[in-house]
């Protein structure tokens, strides 16, 4: 019998910005964000829908000239829930892949120190030239077709900005291929 597993492949960068417009009164995608940076693939086995998994190996970096302030994360896809997301200020690896549960269960590749330094999205700055890792909190609706991707709204100098990841997380009815 095959166990349901969730495949968290984190794709190439490049596109991954959701545009609503341009123009002050309406996000754009061409913001102090950028496109994403991440690229990497993990595997996570969870046991049903509802059972939560920790996401890190993400980050955000500020390429503008302007502090940018995050006014909330939320989650683009389907048959996902955001369980919770922290960034991690002045690193781009958080040294957290995947794990199951959120938040992360001790000795899954973060430290307690860096851990310690973990601040709520919501109201983040994020001065500029520097990065912060994004580690976050995921839970399957349902077995079937489920995928999800962070989406970071922030606003930097008076325009507000939407930032799509182009890595997510994505449930598919496999085992983890060998290695991963």
């Known amino acids: 019998m095959r166990k349901p597993w969730l495949a968290v492949p984190l794709l190439a960068a490049a ?3 959701l545009t ?3 123009g002050a009164s309406q996000p754009s995608a061409d913001g102090p964000l950028g496109p994403s940076f991440n690229s990497s693939y993990f595997c996570v086995g969870v046991k049903a829908p509802g059972d939560s998994f ?4 993400l980050y955000v970096q500020n390429q503008g000239s302007e502090v940018i ?3 909330r994360i939320t989650l683009a896809g389907h048959g996902m829930v955001l369980t919770g997301a922290v ?4 690193v781009r690896n958080s040294g957290l892949g995947a794990a199951i549960g959120y938040p992360p269960p001790p000795g899954n590749g973060i430290s307690a120190k860096l851990w310690a330094t973990r601040h709520s999205p919501d109201g983040f700055q994020l001065k500029p030239g520097n990065v912060a890792a994004l580690v976050i909190g995921l ?3 349902s077995r079937d077709n489920s995928s999800g991707y962070p989406v970071l709204h922030y606003t930097s100098s008076g325009a ?8 997510g997380a994505e449930e598919v009815d496999l085992g983890c291929p060998p290695g991963t």
Not at 54 to 57: A, C, D, E, H, V
């Open 20 to 22: 609503a417009g341009c």
């Open 87 to 90: 960034l991690i200020p002045g």
């Open 15 to 17: 596109a991954g910005c």
């Open 160 to 167: 507000s900005y939407v930032w799509r990841s182009a890595s």
């Open 69 to 71: 302030t995050i006014s």
């Open 139 to 141: 839970a399957p609706t």
């Open 54 to 57: 920790t996401l890190g190996g």
